[in-house]
């Protein structure tokens, strides 16, 4: 079984950053792809980024290039989503996901597992 406990959220003024971790459990390669995700209320998730398995691709949903970044510790089995210049807009449940392969995806169909999600509230 895999487990993917999402960390990091909050409450926070905009302007603020945040950074989100992730750590995996179970049967599942140490250097699987991973991703974040996003849902705001009332809208459907969506693709925030996604990192390779070694770390040397990633990838970005426009909204959040040049302010989020991810990374990722292999040797902790963790992923992370450096938030910065964080705005209202950046309101949502955050949820990391894990797939198999080799290289990043912003498709939520290829990722095949997910955690519970973490919950960060920007106020203006």
């Known amino acids: 079984q895999v487990q993917l406990v999402e960390s990091g959220g909050g409450s926070i003024q905009a302007g603020g950053s945040l950074r989100l971790s992730c750590v995996r459990s179970?049967?599942?390669?140490?250097?699987?792809?991973m991703g974040w995700f996003r849902q705001a209320p009332g809208k459907e998730r969506e693709f925030v980024a996604a990192?390779?398995?070694?770390?040397?691709?990633?990838n970005l949903a426009d909204s959040v290039k040049g302010r989020f970044t991810i990374s990722r510790s292999n040797a902790k089995n963790a992923v992370y989503l450096q938030m910065n210049s964080l705005e209202p807009e950046d309101t949502a449940v955050y949820y990391c996901a894990a797939r198999y392969g080799s290289e990043p995806s912003s498709q939520e169909g290829r990722y095949a597992y997910w955690g519970q999600g973490t919950q960060v509230t920007v106020s203006s």
């Open positions: 990192i390779s398995g070694t770390g040397g691709h990633t």
């Open positions: 179970g049967r599942i390669a140490s250097n699987t792809p």
